[in-house]
């Protein structure tokens, strides 16, 4: 899930507690406790940031007092008791400065203070009161402003992720072209359809380029010839290939990756959990083969029966998180959970009706580098440059072996090591007693920062933070969705729309699209309900048999693989421009007929058994 980046309610003058113009350029939110150490850090910056902006900065902070500490919530409610703004902030740099860590003598002093003694009793009541409805306000509006931790900053509405030290704060507040590019990239991404769109403007692009006067160029373009050269001995391929070969490989090992965690850790890692997605996935890649096969039955097309099977993901995704709440995040999990489902099933066809010519003694050198992948995990290797090195190696064995090079993203993702979560307590502790020893040597002559032993242990414990599979995933997810992916629909989806294209194709285009927007969501309702029938599985009731089929509907989005089978299973340049028509086509037609269906679909699904 994919936390908020922006402030949930803007700054209110009289409601929140501001310190500045209220006409100044940049405004500095802050989520803060006063028993969280890092927010005491922190305050000493903003005050370093405040004495260099001047009237162009004003700041406000908001409670989010730490869960758990009634201490923070008493000293919140406390400071929120002060009759004036002055006093306000009089309390609360006297709660952030005056002792290392809050105390109860900390909030007695502030409490004489305010002279809260001298007011009479019933007054004290509405006065507390109105704190502690304050208090809860901000906690609220922590929450809708996806704030897990504190203190968390926010600079004119966008959340600041950066560091806290004053050079970072200044560069973030006046806006240098890398912190603004950096944010709106960050932004980007967080928005959920991201992925989508950009995988949808770079199909336009392919589409209007190759149909412009530039066409005959871009087509060329993708044909150069790339490679390296030993003396006589050489590897060269197409620059299409090295895409759809190698760059490709690297949404393999995502795929293969995000497969690995679900049967793990996600929602396919129990049977109930995993059994109506599966279901659905089984029944969405059987029923649109056999509708190709039916209208194909034999021919030069007939190898095409794999292209209808496939579902893309960030289309599909995309759709259901423009329509928010009217999807349930139910509805969400199990069409995401399909989509891995099916994924597996793809790379299975792949594997073994999509390949050429097997090569024995190279797919034996790949039998070998998987083993040597295997000892690596049980030697307990966490590196991840080991498992990569022997990836490229297993990619040169398989591409020579006649199978799709591809497949060694997922041989590779499937051996890449995860391990048990860790002691947080003990990591924390740890961090806290080597950054405690470091600082006290601060103000050392000849000392400038950390020293080289302790930044070897700290990143030891950032390495032990998350297991190499997740990092792995976490750090190449987005250059897949946002690189790769792209880079692929330049390289593919660029189709001529002209008559000829199509004339004499229409049966495999029927074939085609009627797989995937009738065979989809056909076999998707279809399965899950033979699977509830059976008692197998156990279809939430959070949404419906309808919604469920919308879902189904928008699983014919075939897209990225779809274009990728049909690139293996048509090598006749008229019929892969025909299929790309046909994928684009039913994509389009499947993504209006689903989200037509979710739309208006009921919120909320009672029937349990019955379509």
């Known amino acids: 899930m994919r936390l908020m980046q922006r402030l949930d309610r ?56 730490i869960s758990g500490s009634e201490l923070a919530r008493r000293a919140a409610e406390l400071v929120e008791q002060a009759g004036t703004p002055e006093e306000f902030w009089s309390a609360h740099v006297s709660l952030m400065t005056r002792s290392r860590t809050l105390t109860e003598d900390d909030l007695r002093a502030v409490a004489e203070d305010l002279r809260l003694g001298e007011l009479e009793e019933d007054a004290i009541e509405a006065v507390q009161a109105e704190a502690r409805a304050r208090v809860d306000e901000d906690v609220a509006s922590s929450h809708a402003s996806g704030v897990r931790f504190t203190p968390t ?23 240098s072209l890398g912190h603004r590019v950096r944010t709106a990239a960050l932004g980007f ?13 770079a199909t336009l692009l392919a589409i209007v380029v190759v149909n412009s006067q530039w066409g005959p160029a871009f087509t060329q373009f993708w044909e150069t010839s790339l490679g390296v050269q030993f003396g006589d001995a050489g590897f060269r391929m197409s620059l299409a290939h090295w895409v759809n070969d190698a760059l490709l490989t690297v949404f393999f090992l995502v795929v293969g990756l995000e497969i690995k965690r679900e049967f793990t850790v996600g929602h396919l890692a129990s049977r109930r959990s995993a ?12 029923v649109p083969a056999l509708i190709y096969v039916w209208l194909v039955p034999g021919g030069a097309w007939s190898h095409g029966w794999g292209v209808p099977m496939a579902t893309d993901t960030a289309f599909a995704v995309a759709l259901i998180a423009i329509m928010g709440s009217r999807v349930p995040v139910e509805l969400r999990i199990f ?10 099933g793809a790379i299975i066809v792949v594997a073994i009706f999509y390949s050429d010519a097997l090569n024995v003694t190279a797919l034996l050198g790949a039998l070998g580098t998987v083993g040597f992948l295997g000892l690596l995990n049980r030697w307990g290797v966490y590196r991840v440059t080991p498992y990569v090195l022997t990836g490229v190696v297993l990619w040169a064995c398989v591409h020579a072996g006649g199978l799709h090079a591809t497949l060694a993203g997922v041989l590779l993702a499937t051996f890449i090591p995860t391990r048990k979560p860790p002691d947080y307590r003990a990591l924390v502790a740890q961090a806290d007693a080597i950054l405690n020893s470091e600082a006290s040597h601060g103000g050392e002559q000849f000392r400038h920062g950390p020293s080289e032993p302790a930044l070897r242990e700290l990143d030891a414990i950032h390495d032990r933070l998350e297991s190499p ?16 992916l792209p880079i692929f629909a330049l390289a593919n989806a660029g189709v001529v729309i002209a008559a000829q294209v199509i004339s004499g194709h229409g049966m495999l285009m029927a074939a085609i699209i009627c797989g995937l927007t009738i065979g989809k969501p056909a ?19 959070a949404y419906s048999w309808r919604q469920l089929a919308g879902a189904g509907a928008l699983g014919g989005i075939g897209f990225t693989m779809s274009l990728f089978i049909a690139g293996q299973a048509f090598p006749v340049a008229d019929d892969f421009a025909a299929a790309k028509i046909a994928v684009f086509a039913a994509s389009i037609l499947s993504a209006i007929i689903g989200v037509a269906v979710l739309w208006g679909a009921p919120s909320t699904g009672n029937d349990r058994t019955s379509p």
Request: overall charge negative; some cysteine; hydrophobic content about 50%.
């Open 10 to 65: 803007p700054v209110d003058p009289v409601r929140d507690h501001v310190v500045g113009d209220a006409h100044a350029e940049i405004t500095l939110v802050e989520y803060g406790s006063y028993d969280c150490p890092h927010c005491r850090a922190a305050n000493a910056r903003i005050a370093e940031v405040r004495d260099q902006l001047g009237q162009r900065v004003r700041y406000v902070f908001r409670h989010r007092p």
């Open 153 to 175: 900053f926010f600079i004119n509405s966008q959340r600041y992720d950066g560091p806290w030290d004053e050079a970072s704060f200044t560069d973030a507040m006046l806006g």
């Open 189 to 201: 991404a967080s928005w959920a359809p991201s992925t989508g769109v950009l995988l949808l403007l």
């Open 275 to 286: 059994a109506l997605p599966i279901a659905a996935a089984i029944g969405g890649m059987v």
């Open 335 to 344: 069409l995401t959970a399909a989509a891995i489902v099916d994924d597996i």
């Open 469 to 484: 599979a997740d990092r792995l995933l976490r750090h190449v997810a987005p250059r897949s969705s946002y690189l790769v």
């Open 523 to 541: 076999g998707f309702l279809l399965a899950s309900w033979l699977a509830v029938k059976a008692n197998i599985a156990e279809k939430p009731a």
